[in-house]
């Protein structure tokens, strides 16, 4: 299935362009996006859920940028597949930025998907009804960040950033980036702009399992970070695996609630109980 579609957004081709990469902004635009987890400056994996007809499904989807330049065009590939409902995918898009008179941009897409399984075996006519759909809605949204306006439901999107995409980076950025724009925190985290916040980087979600648990922590300064795991205070003394592995083993809702202080700043993370061991190792980086 092949989709084209032009949109004109009242911007300068290059403040498009700066949105068009920023994750945050796309995973507020996107309909559907669960979370975005940044691998590194082209390579992203998401999570989106997707309803035709009577099946709903929630695909992973790993999307790497193959070419750019900037501000004029930009192509990328990505596979996804959602176990189930025995479905797959594989997308080829193209974006194309036109400097158009009056500071506005022609925003020109061109997308190549192949649908297999049970998704796959609906109709060209009605998967393409669903794309006009999402792409009416993805426009709405980008107007709304454009004027510097809030997407509904915006704030349940999760964004992470590991690996390289961590690497060099503020920790206030790092963790600012981790946090969902909603979550649990004495400062404000708001997207786009990340709060300038030196806490430590967390695989962080209100949601909790939807948290990426190999997201690595930031380094810290040797100022002292105090906070509780399962209502147990902690410090930065109680790094000993075992003992954190004995204290996490205390869980009995299937959610490790993890609460650090630093100064008047506090950041609380719901990591999934039956990834402990991951946990222990972050909160020993963190503790160190």
């Not at 362009?17 to 669960?34: F, I, R, Y």
């Not at 297999?116 to 009605?126: I, P």
């Not at 981790?178 to 949601?207: K, M």
């Not at 795991?229 to 954190?244: D, F, K, M, T, Y």
Request: proline share 7%; aromatic share 4%; with cysteine.
């Amino acid at each position: 299935m092949e989709i084209e579609k032009v949109l004109t957004v009242p911007a300068p081709a290059a403040k498009v362009w700066e949105m068009l990469l920023d994750p945050t902004v796309m995973a507020s635009c996107v309909p559907g996006m669960k979370s975005i987890e940044v691998i590194s400056d082209v390579e992203y994996n998401a999570v989106i859920h997707v309803k035709i007809s009577f099946i709903s499904a929630k695909f992973k989807l790993k999307t790497r940028i193959v070419e750019q330049r900037a501000p004029e065009y930009l192509r990328a590939e990505g596979t996804g597949e959602d176990a189930s409902v025995a479905s797959s995918l594989k997308q080829q898009s193209e974006v194309f930025l036109k400097e158009l008179p009056g500071g506005q941009t022609e925003l020109r897409t061109k997308v190549k998907v192949d649908v297999l399984g049970r998704l796959g075996t609906f109709g060209l006519s009605v998967m393409k009804t669903k794309a006009d759909r999402m792409w009416e809605e993805f426009s709405q949204n980008l107007a709304t960040r454009l004027a510097g306006g809030e997407v509904p439901g915006a704030a349940n999107v999760t964004v992470t950033r590991v690996g390289t995409a961590a690497a060099g980076k503020p920790a206030a950025q790092a963790v600012a980036s981790a946090v969902p724009a909603g979550a649990s925190t004495a400062a404000p985290a708001a997207a786009p702009t990340p709060a300038a916040t030196p806490a430590p980087a967390a695989p962080a979600s209100a949601a909790g399992p939807a948290a990426s648990p190999s997201a690595p922590a930031a380094a810290t300064d040797a100022a002292s970070v105090q906070g509780s795991i399962n209502g147990v205070p902690v410090s930065r003394g109680a790094s000993e695996a075992g003992w954190l592995s004995r204290l996490l083993g205390r869980s009995s809702s299937g959610v490790i609630h993890v609460e650090l202080r630093r100064g008047d700043t506090s950041l609380t993370v719901d990591w999934p109980a039956s990834s402990a061991k991951e946990c222990v190792d972050w909160l020993r980086d963190v503790l160190k």
